[in-house]
């Protein structure tokens, strides 16, 4: 199974991002997926989830208006469209996949992840 999280970069504030994340090895459109973040010396943190056919999604309360996470199960891949961003979701970020439920936030629960990719949003 792999996960190969693309879409980083440098934006300013208010600015917008798009990450894509894209699956092999696995029978996607059964798999929840998730977007964590996570900065030196902090926890990894839950941004947004999705069920398998892209009915439900979860944010976190920070991301909550800003941040669209999708998906594609033809392509199997899972999108997070990132407006309006400020310093404070600089960070690296992560796609998730697990046979789970939406709500589960915490990172113990999910079993397969990506590499991660580069946010920074300067001030």
Partial sequence: VQLQASGGGLVQTGGSL????SASGLTFDKYTMAWFRQTPGKEREFVASIGWSGSVTYY???VKGRFTMSRDNAKNTV???MNDLEPDDTAVYYCAADLIGTAFSAPKYWS???QGTQV????
């Fill in 79 to 81: 999108d997070l469209e």
């Fill in 112 to 114: 397969t992840w990506g």
């Fill in 60 to 62: 976190a309360d920070s």
């Fill in 18 to 21: 798009r990450l894509a994340c």
């Fill in 120 to 123: 920074t949003v300067s001030s």
